[in-house]
């Protein structure tokens, strides 16, 4: 097992080199940068709108608990009335009008509902939990987000201080070919290509800046922060390869299938008798008393029982419906354990590709190296010329680049790993 203490301690020391002339140097750690980015989302703020919606709602269930107030009024013109088929003397028997009038209110007060205002409740409080968990998912994709930024990032920076060192090696030997030049040891021509050369390295020093103050700006937007070319990010730790999975999506399925459970139990309710109480007053014609034909206020109060046997009819398809819920989130939550695994393994296998390629990266720069200032003295001597002793010098750039790739590539490989288990 490779300590990345001492595999990044190449990367490290470049960085510093670049950075070094900066007097005033604006840090940001990759843990820093994801809680911004997820903080600074503009989605995250779905989460106070999804809080007052299900405060909304849970008092509208609540209502149900209160007193109902209705008001009704009817008129109404009928054929016939009713009639008692007597006629007594000295006695007039009234006859109802055939227009008839009513108006009055009621108060219902709920006693017993089976439970449903309560179901209906937990109900709205698992709608809100799995609309903010969905938005946990969401966000948490912020993180694979942040983290090609950051390490991106990470490997221009290295990639700068590497350039700085390749011009430092060119410009070497141009101060040995000038002098050689200037004491009529070796042709102007061999000066003009280590020039070129130089050249060359600082236009890629400008492409690579160009290049990290976009991906800086891309993370400044982010983080909302201003982020300039003096910003340096901090290298982070290994991070310890877990192969247990503990993403969000497990709890939002987990709050899907809690979901289903109280739709089940509501459905018992809802098919259980009501109990509740009531009032109701009025004035009609006719009132409580139909032999009389006048105005009258009346009022009656009672009990009133209510065993709805309809929703028996349906139950068993309803039921049916809410296991195939079930089975279909089980088999999404499978699916994504199962894609999921795919992808740790996958970047597991990455890991130890890179891990086994450091193993080698230090004693190939060694040899390069040793190459390289053999062919810097052969080149003061006269022996070989200076597209000889380019060819070694970007030997041994290639070999440093590699080693400063892999190293990055073998962390970012590992906060992958992190970042798809979810610890």
């Not at 017993?112 to 903010?132: F, H, N, P, R, W």
């Not at 290049?211 to 993370?219: D, I, V």
Request: hydrophobic share 40%.
């Amino acid at each position: 097992m490779i300590n990345f203490r001492y595999t990044s301690l190449s990367i490290c020391s470049l960085i510093v080199y670049y950075t070094s002339a900066f007097a005033q140097v604006q840090s940001l750690s990759l843990g820093e940068s994801q809680a911004l980015a997820m903080a600074n989302y503009p989605m995250v703020k779905e989460r106070n709108l999804i809080a007052q919606s299900s405060a909304y709602s849970i008092e509208r269930a609540n209502a149900g608990y209160l007193p109902q107030l209705t008001i009704n009024g009817q008129a109404t013109y009928q054929s016939a009335v009713t009639q008692i088929p007597l006629q007594l003397p000295g006695m007039d028997v009234p006859e109802l009008s055939k227009d008839q009038y009513k108006i009055y209110g009621e108060v219902n007060q709920l006693m017993y509902d089976g439970g449903v205002t309560k179901l209906q409740k937990e109900a709205i409080d698992a709608s809100a939990d799995i609309e903010e968990q969905a938005l946990e998912v969401a966000l948490y994709q912020i993180k694979e987000r942040i983290n090609q930024l950051f390490f991106g990032i990470l490997l221009l920076d290295a990639q700068i201080a590497q350039n700085g060192l390749l011009k430092r090696d060119v410009q070497t030997g141009l101060d040995k070919i000038n002098a050689a030049i200037a004491n009529g040891m070796a042709l102007k021509s061999n000066g003009s290509l280590l020039e070129a050369e130089l050249l060359r390295a600082q236009q890629q020093a400008i492409e690579l800046q160009a290049t990290r103050s976009a991906y800086l700006q891309m993370l400044g937007l982010f983080v909302n922060r201003p982020l300039g070319e003096h910003t340096v990010l901090e290298t982070p730790e290994a991070a310890v390869s877990a192969q247990e999975i503990n993403r969000p999506e497990l709890q939002w399925y987990s709050q899907q299938q809690r979901g289903v459970e109280i739709e089940n139990r509501l459905l018992t309710a809802k098919n259980l008798p009501k109990l509740n109480l009531f009032f109701q007053g009025g004035a009609g014609r006719p009132a409580l008393n139909m032999l009389s034909n006048d105005f009258e206020a009346y009022y009656y109060t009672g009990i009133r029982l209510s065993f709805p046997l309809t929703g028996f009819y349906t139950l068993k398809k309803e039921r049916a419906l809410l296991h195939i819920k079930t089975q279909r989130i089980e088999t999404k939550k499978a699916a994504f354990l199962f894609d999921t695994s795919l992808s740790l393994h996958q970047q597991n296998a990455e890991a130890i590709k890179y891990q086994q390629l450091l193993k080698t990266d230090d004693d190939i720069i060694a040899l390069r190296t040793s190459v390289k200032q053999a062919a810097l003295a052969q080149l003061e001597n006269g022996v070989i010329n200076t597209a000889e002793y380019m060819r070694e010098v970007n030997a041994e750039d290639t070999a440093k680049l590699s080693k400063i790739m892999h190293e990055i590539q073998w962390l970012a490989a590992q906060y992958r790993i992190k970042n798809i288990s979810g610890n």
